[in-house]
């Protein structure tokens, strides 16, 4: 089991009042950061996140009449139930909003074989941000998956878990994510950053302590909420199936990046840019791990900055929360700086040294305010733990 976090314990609580009884149990699963590799996971790329100590927790116990209750717990300590709904009922389309997502994951295991029909009571806690790019929806699915499973007495691979939770979010919940946040949050280990080839599945735990190298992951939350259900991330993922249909390959994470300038020319112009982004961010992310393998952290931030040019610039992602965040840090003495997540708004990181931290906050904070924006929020990022049981 993972340590007992305050979701946790919040979750378990929330569950004894409004159950009237304890939970069988309760598990939890965390947000996360994407130190690099952004929009290439869904072209069978590389990516490289950490877990984030914020978590979500759903405190779960098994029902016998084919119900689903679900009920969350808000910052001001009251519950919002959903609808009830029966599991052997559930296909995509019929339930909409925040309960989409637990109902998803409900449908996404009954669709594998999981027997989940008897129905259960979740009761979700957490405090990942919400809409900031940190992946509190792909930790609260991960964390409803866990719950499923644990009371339908199912062991399964992380991955392939991760992958049920990519299809009740694709399908069910109607967002064309990839399978990066999913992983992320189900795999990560702490004190560490999840080197992951997506094609092959194949992941890598590197060691990652910034904090003995003297620096720090800077969080910036801008208060720019986003969404992948309003149609920009699917129209690039869309724009990039078809640049790989025109290339003839399986995905862009085939094109030879040293063939890159003559590739791009083989394309209508508009799918240039994208392409362009996904094969350099692959390197990217190559680059990224030799250089934690070789304890070179503070040369990271560089590949950090080109990345948010990249997404800025080429897959037009960014906002102006974002490239404040990014400017500000930078300005004020972070070694590098980019935006994490699908875009239109959320987070962003910095590299800083740990001396220049305030430096940076304050720059940061001054950006903000000089553009009448809502005061971001600022965060230290430590790799943590992936999903677990906590009770």
């Not at 910036?220 to 991330?233: E, F, N, P």
């Not at 590949?303 to 906002?319: F, I, N, P």
């Not at 040294?353 to 929020?377: D, I, N, W």
Request: net charge negative; charged share 20%; hydrophobic share 45%.
């Amino acid at each position: 089991m993972t340590k007992v976090t305050a979701p946790a314990a919040k979750a378990a609580e929330a569950f004894q009042r409004l159950h009237e009884r304890a939970p069988e149990g309760v598990w939890s699963a965390p947000g996360r950061v994407n130190l690099i590799g952004e929009h290439t996971d869904y072209n069978d790329g590389y990516v490289l996140p950490f877990a984030l100590p914020h978590r979500i927790a759903v405190a779960a116990s098994p029902r016998t009449d084919g119900v689903l209750t679900v009920s969350t717990l808000g910052d001001d300590g009251g519950v919002q139930s959903a609808d009830p709904a029966v599991v052997a009922d559930l296909v995509p389309g019929t339930v909409k909003g925040w309960a989409a997502y637990p109902s998803g994951v409900a449908w996404a295991l009954r669709e594998q074989g999981v027997p989940v029909t008897g129905g259960a009571d979740l009761v979700i806690a957490g405090d990942v941000p919400a809409g900031a790019g940190l992946s509190s929806s792909h930790a609260l699915e991960c964390a409803v998956a866990l719950a499923l499973l644990g009371l339908a007495g199912v062991d399964a691979e992380r991955t392939d878990i991760a992958r049920w939770v990519q299809r009740s979010e694709n399908d069910f919940v109607g967002a064309p994510t990839g399978i990066l946040d999913q992983t992320a949050s189900l795999c990560c280990i702490e004190a560490h950053a999840l080197f992951y080839d997506v094609r092959s599945g194949k992941p890598e735990q590197v060691a990652f302590d910034a904090a003995a190298s003297g620096l720090e992951v800077l969080v910036i939350d801008t208060r720019a909420s986003h969404t992948h259900v309003d149609g920009g991330y699917g129209a690039r993922r869309a724009g990039c199936e078809r640049a790989a249909a025109i290339l003839g390959v399986p995905a862009l994470r085939d094109v030879d990046s040293a063939e890159l300038d003559d590739t791009l020319v083989r394309l209508p112009e508009e799918l240039r840019p994208l392409v362009r982004h996904v094969v350099t961010e692959n390197d990217r992310v190559l680059r990224t791990v030799e250089l934690l393998r070789t304890g070179k952290l503070a040369d990271v931030g560089p590949l950090l900055s080109a990345s948010h040019a990249s997404l800025r610039d080429d897959y037009r992602v960014s906002c102006l929360e974002l490239d404040i965040a990014v400017d500000s840090a930078m300005a004020a003495g972070a070694l590098g700086a980019r935006m994490v997540g699908g875009g239109f708004g959320g987070s962003a990181i910095a590299l800083v040294p740990v001396e220049r931290h305030g430096e940076v906050e304050r720059s940061v904070l001054a950006g903000f305010a000089s553009r009448s924006l809502a005061r971001p929020r600022l965060f230290t990022a430590v790799p943590s733990a992936g999903a677990g049981r906590d009770r």
